[in-house]
């Protein structure tokens, strides 16, 4: 499996990594998606949209606790879910995570050779770049 890890916060950033993992051969793709509480709703449905234009086999909803910024834990991951689901992602192929290391776990979970997965990490880039390391030779 591939894996790239990006910060990619906002809809040109992700819209640009996506364009240039579009371009990566995968048998399935797997997009890492979440954001922080502090973007309006039109946002967050505009990082949807960008997210959904990858046609992603999978994709992991995260929260993130150390980013509510004034939301509710899960609302955001609500968010994104709904227009995930408005623009005809199949409910089977949403996941939940509590937070970037789950996610990334759960990702982990899922791939198989020749997979690509996209991870947009926001928190705990050390914790999660360990996760990875060490998975690394299951992945090859």
Do not use: C
Request: charge should be neutral; charged fraction near 25%.
């Amino acid at each position: 499996a591939r894996v790239l890890v990006d910060y990619a916060h906002n809809p040109h950033g992700l819209d640009a990594l996506l364009q240039f993992a579009s371009k990566l051969p995968a048998e399935r793709r797997l997009l890492l998606l979440g954001q922080a509480g502090d973007r309006d709703e039109g946002s967050l449905r505009e990082l949807v949209k960008a997210a959904w234009a990858f046609h992603p086999d999978l994709v992991v909803i995260k929260d993130l606790p150390e980013m509510l910024r004034g939301r509710q834990l899960g609302e955001v991951p609500a968010i994104l879910e709904a227009e995930l689901l408005r623009l005809g992602a199949p409910a089977a192929s949403l996941v939940h995570a509590a937070d970037d290391p789950d996610a990334v776990r759960k990702a982990l979970g899922w791939a198989r050779p020749g997979d690509l997965l996209v991870l947009l990490v926001h928190t705990r880039r050390a914790e999660v770049l360990e996760i990875l390391r060490a998975a690394a030779p299951v992945l090859r």
